[in-house]
């Protein structure tokens, strides 16, 4: 406990004098001055799709709109059994072309490479099932541009997003290779045509707690480690990276459920080994809108997944772990992932169990279990609510005064109930991972644009 106080308030302090520094600056002239297209380089856009017919038609439509010179999306329809294949080519009047495609990563085969007569730069290839990062490597093979953004299916960007999460590429003269955004969660939000309307609440309780997580992880833990270039992870949701080195670490790995982290990590290494001075970075400006599971089944099987990527990226990757030669990445990053992220939930549901049996057999100090209890309570909760009041001093992405009194008192609630269920899903994925369990898990998808 100890230990992660220390970790979380120096991320904390570290998030909260970065937020400070970046939001003095007059970013709106600084953005104003790359959207003229002279500086900025320009990105090819992949969107695995499978089964989102549900949200691509406005996800699309929110790509096609997005403030950015020059760029290109490419949806590649990865075997959906629905109908988003077809909902696709008869909106944007899709006609099937002919195009050499380049394989610098092994994939799944191609059925059908289709370009819409209307828009030009929006492409949509059809291929066999191969999972999202089979999708991802043919979009990869198939793009034009220096960069590529994975992005979700069912993802809707803020206008200037690409303008924000590009900057520190172009302001780095290429020594930030990958750079990743802030993904908000768009329940209970107003979206039409791919645009938001209204930023909104949602009133069910699952929601709300991952609203809280996803602010703590983003505003919290990715700034702080990014400003040291300690990052592992940038979200599959949204997320920018040099062609060149996805193509030099082999493109996305096929068989983990993790390829979002397992791609960064594996960049990381390759940066190490070559020794040249290379970053990964965070920037909290960009912000994609996604929706997250409201039933509680749905919630679970992502958690255990998420659990089940982790260790697998961790594994494959294990010669880091307390490796000088790796710099801050093998000696501060790995040792943090491998003992808090990883075992955490196995020491937590330990001592949950632990405290149930000595309770009944006499072996403990009731009143300083408590004690310690509350304590652990308190300080969970001072961070999920500091991470509620990074963002209205920060983004201000909630408007009302009732969101964030809302988001304040479930922020209270959150080691009572969301936490053990939590750590007992992730413990379920480590269960999986003995079992030797490689299933994705279907999600079901509502729809978050009308």
Known sequence: MVILITFYTAILIV??????????????????????????????????????????????????SVDYPQYEIIVVNDGSKDQTLQKVIDYYEMEQVQKVVRKQVETKPIKAIYQSKLLPRLFLIDKDNGGKADALNVGLNFSNYPYICS?????????????KVMKPIMDSNEEVVASGGSIRIANGCKIKDGNILEIGLSNHP??????????????????GL???????????AFGVFSKQWVIKA?????????EDMELVVRIHRILKESKVNKRIVYVPDPVCWTEVPED????????????????????????????PRYGSIGMISFPYFWLIEFLGPIVEILGYIYAVIAIF???IYLEFAILIFLLSCIYGS???????????????????????????????????????????????????????????GDMSRKGVSK
Request: hydrophobic share 45%; aromatic share 14%.
């Open 361 to 363: 057999f006499g072996g």
């Open 151 to 163: 992005l979700d299916g069912d993802s809707v960007l803020e206008s200037d997003a690409f303008l």
């Open 226 to 236: 990014s400003k040291h270039n300690l990052l592992l992870i940038i979200s599959g």
């Open 382 to 440: 001072i961070f999920s609510m500091a991470a509620v009041l990074l963002e209205e001093w920060s983004l201000r992405k909630y408007p009302k005064v009732t969101h964030l009194l809302k988001l304040f008192f479930f922020s209270l609630t959150e080691s009572l109930w969301y936490r053990p269920l939590t750590v007992f899903w992730r413990c379920e994925g480590i269960f999986q991972l003995i079992k030797g369990e490689k299933s994705w």
């Open 206 to 223: 699952l929601v709300i707690m991952q609203i809280i997580e996803y602010l703590r992880a983003f505003l919290m833990g990715r700034i």
């Open 15 to 64: 998030s909260m004098v970065q937020l400070r520094r970046e939001y003095q600056l007059n970013r709106e002239q600084s953005f104003e001055d790359i959207a003229d297209g002279l500086y900025t380089k320009p990105v090819s856009i992949i969107v695995p799709a499978y089964n989102e017919e549900a949200g691509i038609i406005p996800s699309i439509r929110s790509l096609l």
């Open 250 to 258: 082999g493109g996305y790995q096929t068989d983990t459920v993790g």
């Open 296 to 323: 509680i089944k749905f919630l679970r099987r992502q958690r255990r997944r998420w659990h089940r990527g982790l260790f697998e990226s961790l594994w494959n990757h294990r010669k880091l772990t307390f490796n």
